[in-house]
């Protein structure tokens, strides 16, 4: 089963570091994890699109398109807006 | 004219005597402050035959005309020299409050020329100059001896060396506010070559505002944008800069044990998550800035300010070790010693590679929370073996017959970013003129975190324009000087309209952008002069042929010759690198 | 040879204009800064239906794609690349936002999204509007200080680090003359909910 990894302030959020989930796209993974936990929707999502400068990767490649599949053994973490130097 | 206060300190340690003249206002205008002020300066001032420890170096210190304004950040300044450590031209960066009150003290520059016969201390209090006998103070560490010369964050500030500057280390760096650092390229060298001590500054005068109106209006609108970005108003006062690690141990370009993996298994364990849920006390913040990155810190042993991200990856993925209480502690020695950490973390992490190799004669070893302490004491006093990392890693690696296990660009230390993960900062490390750092042109904001827009980081065919620009406004701003934080929330477009209203000089963002632009090519000019030529601008072999075998990075290594041929062409300079005339006289420089 | 992921995003910002009416079947264009050359769309193409030949490689000071390639517009792209630090260009034609120009000097947002991010838009004025040095001039010199200007009767030129920056902008400013025309068509009292919003005009 694909996982998710959340990080930053989404830990708090989720109750969680990391969850297993069972859909087949990056969209509908984000929208089942939406669903388990609606606080994160209100920081990942706004009109249900994707909000400005969360990084989604997949193992650990930056996932832009929302279509792309996830498979059984990939990995898809979640950033909130972080910045550094 | 409003902004700057015209009017330079020009100290003499030989003599001990100082004197004030006023500030060239046309080289003002086209350097403004800061980091520009300094490099133009210190091309007239040091050439090829002075050596970076000899009395003829000088130290530049520098504000901005924006300086203690109040403007967010505008708390920032810059030590301009020549490196001891890479021999390249050297403008280190600071905030806290010194740099707010040297301004208040009346200046725009401070030259500290020779060298004083003995120890000694200067106080700085507006009109009133004093050098003091530092013998009794020589030998005293950061923390100790800024309490004692009496700092008060708001109205007596000290800059000093710990014993690391004492003995000349060429990765020492100057403190300031007790925790905040000039340290990269060792100024703090320098500073110890002279028999410099401390700085300590008291000032009364206020920076004069030409348009009050338009100034309130930018501060307003930049309160606003700040309080709206996530990133300035949520990740960096919870997190602090250390929440990049797991996001550069995820993307695959977090450099590990002397860059020999570009992922670490103990990201988490030293991550900004863990930092905030187990080691802070609470974050802070630098004279009018809203943001607050700055961590409190504290563990069994000590508490204190950091620490960063850089600081946290060079005692940790980089030296193999996942021990966060150990890494808070080496960070805030390194304040204590005066140490960079940057610097000090990699040539511990060669050094360990050198000795599980058996190029080097020592018990250091990969994961060895333990040995941080002991070294960095040894470094900063130069004893056994810390006189050999003393001086960085490529002179140690050198002198063991192997300066390709240092991880460095012109002689410095390279950050946290393995550029097998991201191209872009891979030409921007070989490109630095002060050598192998981030804070040049840092392509994390575009390769990572898709600041303003995110860019493929393996791309290669075009990457250049983006280092160049990147490197360019970085440039502006350490020369206005302000905190490069307030411009994940704030565009260029804001500091030039707020420049223009300080000054009541118009600059557009295109001309100020420009300024950037001139005092790279200064910058890069400066070097050519000292002797160093394209062969220069490169990266160790390790990363222009050691592919990562695993991880997002796997299979790339750093692209780095087109991306130089292209960025050399983009820059207006010949496949040499070298500027044109052309290039020069468009940017004013004809004369050089 | 042009990378494929550059071509990719020229593809899709075409797209994106034509589908948002941002510009005609013909009109309008886009460009990249790639070190020292240019990339941009090819004379007679169609930005919505984006081929690989009808993106032309040429170099920044001077063309040198074979000349009757490169769109009439490339001067105007190539002062602005030599003038600015722009390194992606979008042009278009965003219907409302001209119909504006026709009677301002400047456009002042009065909604949110575009006062936060634009401020004012300043609109530029040239006899010939196309393909002279004159209009490229001055088109460049006005977006040494803004990021999106327009150009009398003629349509936006936007700058940004890449193309989907350059395109927000160009978005942002339709949809706020869209909104001003609306107020305009409502026509009742303006509220004012912005703080020194007197100040914007003088951005």
Redesign the interface.
């Known amino acids: 089963m694909p996982i998710v ?1 959340l ?3 989404l ?1 708090k959020l989720a109750g969680t570091k990391e969850l297993i989930v069972t859909e087949s796209t990056i969209g509908a993974v984000l929208n089942e994890l939406v669903k388990q936990n609606p606080p994160l929707g209100d920081v990942i999502l706004e009109n249900g699109k994707l909000r ?2 969360i ?1 989604i ?1 997949l ?4 996932a ?1 398109d929302l279509n792309v599949e996830v498979n059984e053994q990939d990995i898809v ?1 979640i ?7 | 004219m409003a902004g700057w206060s015209e009017k330079v300190l020009d100290i003499d340690l030989n003599n001990k005597t100082y004197r004030t003249y006023p500030l060239d206002m046309e080289i003002s205008r086209l350097f403004i402050g800061g980091r520009g002020l300094g490099a133009r300066l210190l091309w007239d001032m040091v050439g090829p035959e002075v050596d970076a420890l000899a009395p003829e170096n000088v130290l530049i210190f520098t504000n901005g005309p924006l300086t203690a304004t109040g403007y967010q950040t505008s708390n920032r300044f810059s030590v301009t020299t020549k490196s001891p450590l890479t021999g390249t031209v050297l403008d280190a960066n600071s905030g806290g409050f010194w740099g707010m009150q040297f301004k208040k003290a009346g200046y725009d520059v401070m030259i500290v020329r020779g060298k004083s016969e003995k120890p000694v201390w200067i106080e700085i209090k507006n009109d009133v100059i004093a050098f003091h006998d530092a013998s009794e103070l020589w030998g005293m560490r950061v923390f100790a001896l800024t309490e004692k010369l009496g700092q008060n964050n708001n109205k007596r500030n000290v800059l000093c060396i710990g014993p690391a500057g004492e003995n000349l280390s060429r990765i020492a760096s100057i403190m300031n506010d007790r925790e905040r650092a000039l340290a990269r390229g060792g100024p703090g060298a320098v500073m110890g070559s002279k028999n410099l001590k401390a700085i300590v500054v008291e000032g009364k005068d206020r920076t004069e505002i030409n348009d009050p109106e338009q100034f309130k209006f930018l501060l307003y609108e930049t309160r606003k944008l700040l309080a709206a ?4 108003s ?3 006062p ?7 690690m ?2 550069m141990n ?3 370009a977090l450099a590990t044990r002397n860059h020999q993996q570009t992922q670490f298994e103990g990201a988490e364990a030293i991550s ?2 863990e930092l905030t849920e187990k080691y802070l006390v609470k974050n802070s913040s630098c004279w009018a800035c809203p943001i607050g990155c700055t961590r409190i810190s504290k563990t069994d042993k000590a508490e204190g300010e950091g620490p ?3 600081s946290t990856w060079a005692f940790g993925a980089q030296c193999g070790i996942d021990d966060l209480p150990a890494i808070i502690e080496a960070n805030m020695l390194c304040n204590d010693l005066g140490l960079d950490t940057i610097s000090a973390g990699s040539t511990i992490a060669c050094a360990m590679e050198m000795s599980e190799n058996g190029y080097l004669d020592s018990d250091l070893r990969f994961g060895r929370a333990d040995q941080l302490a002991p070294t960095l004491e040894a470094i900063a006093h130069r004893k056994d073996v810390g006189a050999d990392l003393a001086d960085g890693s490529l002179r140690l690696g050198t002198k063991y017959g192997h300066p390709e296990l240092s991880m460095s660009a012109k002689g410095m230390e390279m950050p946290a970013y393995d550029p097998r993960g991201m191209q872009g900062q891979g030409l921007l490390y070989a490109t630095s003129n002060r050598g192998g750092c ?2 040049r042109g ?1 392509m ?1 904001g575009p390769e ?4 303003p827009k ?1 860019i ?2 393996f791309q290669v065919q075009g990457k250049s324009s983006f280092v160049t620009l990147h490197q360019n406004s970085s440039a502006a701003i350490d020369s206005l000087v302000i905190c ?2 307030t411009n ?1 929330g704030v565009a260029d477009e804001y500091f030039a309209r707020v420049l223009s209203a300080v000054t009541g000089i118009q600059y557009d963002t295109g001309e100020m952008i420009r300024v950037g632009e001139r005092v790279w090519n200064l910058e890069r000019m400066y070097n050519l002069r000292e002797g160093f030529t394209s062969k220069d601008d490169t990266l160790p072999p390790r990363l222009l042929n050691d592919a990562p075998t695993d ?3 796997k299979g790339w290594v750093v692209k780095l010759e087109p991306m130089l041929k292209e960025y050399y062409r983009g820059r207006g300079w010949d496949e040499n690198g070298v500027p044109t005339p052309k290039k020069l006289a468009d940017l004013g420089l004809a004369g050089l | 040879m042009i990378d494929p992921r550059i071509y990719e995003t020229f593809c899709e910002i075409g797209r994106d204009l034509f589908e948002s009416n941002m510009i005609s079947s013909h009109g309008g264009n886009l460009s990249v800064r790639l070190g020292d050359r240019v990339v941009i769309k090819r004379r007679g193409a169609q930005l919505g239906r984006l081929k690989p030949h009808d993106l032309i490689e040429t170099r920044l000071d001077k063309n040198d794609s074979g000349v009757a390639l490169a769109s009439t517009e490339l001067l105007v792209h190539r002062t602005i690349y030599m003038n600015t630090p722009a390194l992606a260009i979008c042009h278009c034609h965003p219907r409302t936002a001209v119909a504006f120009s026709l009677s301002r000097d400047e456009y002042v947002p009065i909604d949110n999204e575009a006062s936060y991010l634009l401020k004012r838009i300043p609109v530029v004025t040239e006899e010939f509007p196309s393909g002279t040095p004159q209009m490229a001039n001055k088109v460049a010199e006005a977006l040494k200080n803004y990021k999106i200007i327009l150009l009398r009767g003629h349509g936006s030129f936007a700058t940004g680090q890449t193309l989907d920056e350059a395109f927000h902008w160009s978005s942002t400013l339709e949809e706020s003359c869209q909104i001003e025309l609306a107020v305009k068509a409502i026509n009742e009292p303006f509220i004012e909910y912005r703080k020194m919003s007197e100040s914007y005009n003088k951005f």
């Open positions: 990894k990080y930053a302030n830990r400005q400068h990084v990767t193992n650990g490649h930056n832009v973490a950033f909130p807006p972080i910045a550094g130097g | 970005s996530p990133l300035t949520q990740a960096l919870e997190f602090g800069t250390v929440v990049l797991n996001i995820n993307i695959g900004g998550e960063e991200f850089e981030h804070m840092n994390v990572v975190l898709g600041l995110l493929d980081r490069k934080f994940m991880g997002p990075s």
